[in-house]
T-cell receptor, first 115, second 118 residues
Framework: AQSVTQPDIHITVSEGASLELRCNYS??????LFWYVQSPGQGLQLLLK??????LVQGIKGFEAEFKRSQSSFNLRKPSVHWSDAAEYFC?????????????FGTGTSLTVIP | SQTIHQWPATLVQPVGSPLSLECTVE??????LYWYRQAAGRGLQLLFY??????ISSEVPQNLSASRPQDRQFILSSKKLLLSDSGFYLC?????????????????FGPGTRLTVL
C-alpha cells in the first residue's frame, strides 16, 4: 500500500540556518511528489512538485526538494530559513489506485524558527 | 485563474445538530473535488472525492455525507454532529491530466472551515 512518512514531528531551527525536512514514501511505481505548507488556521499552499525529469526541483519561497529513487525520499531544503517560514509542512504522493487517483499525505512536520 | 472558496470560515455547532459546509471552485471545468478533515495536531484525512457530478467516493465510514449538485460545487453534510466531528475541514480541487486513468494533477486547497462541536 502507498504511504508517506515524515519522521520528524517537530523541528526547531534558528533564523538564517539551513533546513531539511525529511519525507519517505512507499509506492510501487514512479510517484508524483508534492510539498505543501500550512500556516496556522489556513489552507495548504503548494511549495513544489515532482513529476519527472530533473530530480532537484525548485519551488516558491526559496525552497527546493530532491527526489532520490534509491532512498524513496523527497526531502525539502532551504539554505537560509526566515521567521516567516514557521508553519506546518506536508509531504504528499499522488498515486493511481483501483478507485482512481489518490493523494497520500504525511502527518506533517511543524517548524519553529527562533530568532 | 482558478480560485476555491469555502464557507463558513468558522462554525460552532451543538452535538446532534445538522451540518452543511460548502465549497465552490471558479475558473475551471469538471474539476476533481475532495473533502479532507484535519484534527488538531494531525495530518489530513481524506473523507470524500468526486470526479464528476453524482460521482462521489467515500474513504472513511462516518456520519458525514457529500454531494455535488453542480460541476464546481461540493457540499459536506451531516444529519447529526458528533463531538468527534470537530476539526478543520479542507476542500481541494484538481484536474485530470492523464485521460482514461483518472489520474489528476496537483491538488489546490481552499482556506478551510474550522468546526467546533460542543
Amino acid at each position: 500500500a502507498q504511504s508517506v512518512t515524515q519522521p520528524d514531528i517537530h523541528i526547531t531551527v534558528s533564523e538564517g540556518a539551513s533546513l531539511e525536512l525529511r519525507c519517505n514514501y512507499s509506492y510501487g511505481a514512479t510517484p508524483y511528489l508534492f510539498w505543501y505548507v500550512q500556516s496556522p488556521g489556513q489552507g495548504l499552499q503548494l511549495l513544489l512538485k515532482y513529476f519527472s525529469g530533473d530530480t532537484l526541483v525548485q519551488g516558491i519561497k526559496g525552497f527546493e526538494a530532491e527526489f532520490k529513487r534509491s532512498q524513496s525520499s523527497f526531502n525539502l531544503r532551504k539554505p537560509s530559513v526566515h521567521w516567516s517560514d514557521a508553519a506546518e509542512y506536508f509531504c504528499a504522493v499522488g498515486a493511481l489506485s483501483n478507485t482512481g487517483n489518490q493523494f497520500y499525505f504525511g502527518t506533517g512536520t511543524s517548524l519553529t524558527v527562533i530568532p | 485563474s482558478q480560485t476555491i472558496h469555502q464557507w463558513p470560515a468558522t462554525l460552532v455547532q451543538p452535538v446532534g445538530s445538522p451540518l452543511s459546509l460548502e465549497c465552490t471552485v471558479e475558473g475551471t471545468s469538471n474539476p476533481n473535488l475532495y473533502w479532507y478533515r484535519q484534527a488538531a495536531g494531525r495530518g489530513l484525512q481524506l473523507l470524500f472525492y468526486s470526479i464528476g457530478i453524482d460521482q462521489i467516493s467515500s474513504e472513511v465510514p462516518q456520519n458525514l455525507s457529500a454531494s455535488r449538485p453542480q460541476d464546481r460545487q461540493f457540499i459536506l453534510s451531516s444529519k447529526k454532529l458528533l463531538l468527534s466531528d470537530s476539526g478543520f475541514y479542507l476542500c481541494a480541487w484538481s484536474v485530470t491530466v492523464l485521460p482514461g486513468t483518472g489520474y489528476s494533477d496537483t491538488q489546490y486547497f481552499g482556506p478551510g472551515t474550522r468546526l467546533t462541536v460542543l
